[in-house]
């Protein structure tokens, strides 16, 4: 059993952390239910954006132009219709 400090404190045991995980900047969300006071534990936002996680694997270089873009969807379209156009063999 652990007591109040003179502040409103108390402290989580070490155990009951480590089996929810809390660690230092966590919030702690309290409710009222009945005679029970329930705290919930969320944890922080993080603090790297998805760009910063994703970095190592990005490419170095510059994205294509629109140019570049235009090009490319031209020869993917072309690609395309030639796999898909008839042969002009009729097989006679």
Known sequence: MRRVGSKGQIVIEKQWRDRLGIGPGWSAVQAVRGNEL?????????????????????AETAPPGREQMDAAVAEAIVRDWREEAPTGDSGT
Do not use: D
């Open 38 to 58: 329930v705290v919930r534990f969320e944890p922080p936002p993080h603090q790297r954006s998805l760009a910063g996680v994703l970095r190592e694997y990005a």
